[in-house]
T-cell receptor
Framework: GAVVSQHPSWVICKSGTSVKIECRSL??????MFWYRQFPKQSLMLMAT?????????EQGVEKDKFLINHASLTLSTLTVTSAHPEDSSFYIC???????????FGPGTRLLVL | GQQLNQSPQSMFIQEGEDVSMNCTSS?????WLWYKQDPGEGPVLLIA?????ELTSNGRLTAQFGITRKDSFLNISASIPSDVGIYFC???????????????FGQGTILTVHP
């Protein structure tokens, strides 16, 4: 149990375009999901907390208008990187919190390359 | 904010050897989680610890939640080549406030196993 999927697994886009990444909890309902960013050989950096039915909570230094998060259902959260630039190229990973427990299960990640 | 110090940063061992890594925190955590991440993948949850003093095993892996609630260790016995990867500890702060549900990650331990 506790499977989380992400789509797409990788994406290449031109500078200035927007990219949407989906995160789904496949076998449980997640009222809370998290979005992370990871640079090569570094740890995970939390970007925002996605709450079903309410606005996301962004970490300090993360532009909410740049990284739009929508958590419209108990099994789906989306991250949209708007007007992407090369510096947005990174590995984006979501996680979902298991209801009633403090553990989180991660998706397989999405590799974004902005040209 | 809370910080986790994970050590060692990297380990090079021979197949069959035992491995030990640990994390310490400057503050108290409710939950300790240990993850393994393979290149290009999302972290996979190995062991979750919810009580101070708890000792939990998962196959060749054993982890403990320190009595002080400020540290945890992970042991891998009889290592094999597929144990190669990056191991992260993560702590869940005491519930409540803006930190609820968020994980704080260690810097990671890169494990290399020579056949």
């Amino acid at each position: 149990g506790a499977v989380v999927s992400q789509h797409p697994s990788w994406v290449i886009c031109k500078s200035g375009t927007s990219v949407k990444i989906e995160c789904r909890s496949l076998d449980f309902q997640a009222t809370t999901m998290f979005w992370y960013r990871q640079f090569p050989k570094q740890s995970l950096m939390l970007m925002a907390t996605s709450n079903e039915g309410s606005k996301a909570t962004y970490e300090q230094g993360v532009e909410k208008d740049k990284f739009l998060i929508n958590h419209a259902s108990l099994t789906l959260s989306t991250l949209t990187v708007t007007s992407a630039h090369p510096e947005d190229s990174s590995f984006y990973i979501c996680s979902a919190r298991v209801p009633g427990r403090d553990s989180q299960y991660f998706g397989p990640g999405t590799r974004l390359l902005v040209l | 904010g809370q910080q986790l110090n994970q050590s060692p940063q990297s380990m090079f061992i021979q197949e069959g050897e035992d491995v030990s890594m640990n994390c310490t925190s400057s503050s108290i955590f409710n939950t300790w989680l240990w993850y393994k991440q393979d290149p290009g993948e999302g972290p996979v949850l190995l062991i979750a610890l919810y009580k101070a003093g708890e000792l939990t095993s998962n196959g060749r892996l054993t982890a403990q939640f320190g009595i002080t609630r400020k540290d945890s260790f992970l042991n891998i016995s009889a290592s094999i080549p597929s144990d190669v990867g990056i191991y992260f500890c993560a702590g869940q702060p005491v519930s409540g406030g803006t930190s609820y549900g968020k994980l704080t990650f260690g810097q990671g331990t890169i494990l290399t196993v020579h056949p």
